[in-house]
């Protein structure tokens, strides 16, 4: 089993950044890959991104390539969602998974956390 806790959402204005914490307890966390993924109301949970085992490699959605970062620090069996040059649109409830193989999809991860809510204003 995998716990996970989120932490570091709020209220950004637009153009401003945010930094997501995911801390993990129970098994080692470089056993899995870990991905963040958003809500919006009223619309599906979609893929923000995804860090490999050992940090090295990095896949994002398109609608945040080059604004967002994931990075792991599995010393401090921790996960981070960088977020830069914030719109409106990605207000949403921010997630973060884990996962025994690479995957996109959100039916694929085994663990979540309870997710935490990103509002950015106009």
């Known amino acids: 089993q995998v716990q996970l806790v989120e932490s570091g959402g709020g209220l950004v204005q637009a153009g401003g950044s945010l930094r997501l914490s995911c801390a993990a307890s129970g098994r080692t966390l470089s056993r899995y890959v870990l991905g963040w993924f958003r809500q919006a109301p009223g619309r599906e949970r979609a893929f923000v991104g995804w860090v490999s085992f050992s940090g090295t490699s990095t896949s994002y959605a398109a609608s945040v390539k080059g604004r967002f970062t994931i990075t792991r620090d599995n010393a401090k069996n921790t996960v981070y969602l960088q977020m830069n040059s914030l719109q409106p649109e990605d207000t949403a409830v921010y997630y973060c998974?884990?996962?025994?193989?690479?995957?996109?999809?959100?039916?694929?991860?085994?663990?979540w956390g309870q997710g935490t809510q990103v509002t950015v204003s106009s």
């Open positions: 998974a884990a996962v025994a193989h690479y995957s996109a999809n959100a039916g694929d991860y085994d663990y």
